[in-house]
T-cell receptor, first 114, second 112 residues
Framework: GAGVSQTPSNKVTEKGKYVELRCDPI?????LYWYRQSLGQGPEFLIY????????DSGLPNDRFFAVRPEGSVSTLKIQRTERGDSAVYLC????????????FGPGTRLTVL | DAKTTQPTSMDCAEGRAANLPCNHS???????VYWYRQIHSQGPQYIIH???NNETNEMASLIITEDRKSSTLILPHATLRDTAVYYC?????????????FGQGTELSVKP
């Protein structure tokens, strides 16, 4: 079946601009996670949703970062006033209610802030 | 969640077993050991997890020491497609889910 998909696959923007990154989880998965990965580092947790609500947003670095999941399916990560340090691969993962041990990751969106 | 320590890199010959160690000396009784891997330019992929018994699935085996302070992921017959970064993660199991805390992982290179 279809896995987690993320769009766009690549995004180049200028410092100060606003960006939105989209994640389509596996159908029926209740939990959705956002991570970001800088070059040479492991993924770093940002936020996770259980259904429509954010269950843990402790990884969001500052108030320029915001994520929503209004209908409990698709999620959008929003970054305001982008900075060069925001450049990274943003990964999304989802997991089903009956198997919370396994997170299924998408291919990521590579964000480059010039 | 307990911290893990892994070697930065390892090599393995194709067809041989790859044994990837992980130290987690501060693991607590209710924490599980999880392994994920990340092939270049892809998202991480779940491999296996365990609490204290050894576990095996179609991808790998997980051997956890009796004191649970370390573990080894075994790929019994490594192929070139197993070249990836392997992450050992320790966390409490939560039936509501929960974040994964990734370290630097071990970069495994399988060579012909």
């Amino acid at each position: 079946g279809a896995g987690v998909s993320q769009t766009p696959s690549n995004k180049v923007t200028e410092k100060g601009k606003y960006v939105e990154l989209r994640c389509d989880p596996i159908s029926g998965h209740t939990a959705l996670y956002w991570y970001r990965q800088s070059l040479g580092q492991g993924p770093e947790f940002l936020i996770y949703f259980q259904g429509t609500g954010a269950a843990d947003d402790s990884g969001l670095p500052n108030d320029r970062f915001f994520a929503v999941r209004p209908e409990g399916s698709v999620s959008t990560l929003k970054i305001q006033r982008t900075e060069r340090g925001d450049s990274a691969v943003y990964l999304c993962a989802s997991s089903p209610r009956q198997d919370t041990d396994t997170q299924y990751f998408g291919p990521g969106t590579r964000l480059t802030v010039l | 969640d307990a911290k893990t320590t892994q070697p930065t890199s390892m090599d393995c010959a194709e067809g041989r077993a790859a044994n990837l160690p992980c130290n987690h000396s501060t693991i607590s009784g209710n924490e599980y050991v999880y392994w994920y891997r990340q092939i270049h330019s892809q998202g991480p992929q779940y491999i296996i997890h365990g609490l204290k018994n050894n576990e095996t699935n179609e991808m790998a085996s997980l051997i956890i020491t009796e004191d649970r302070k370390s573990s080894t992921l075994i790929l019994p017959h490594a192929t070139l497609r197993d070249t990836a970064v392997y992450y050992c993660i320790v966390r409490r199991r939560n039936n509501q889910g929960g974040k994964l805390i990734f370290g630097q992982g071990t970069e495994l290179s399988v060579k012909p």
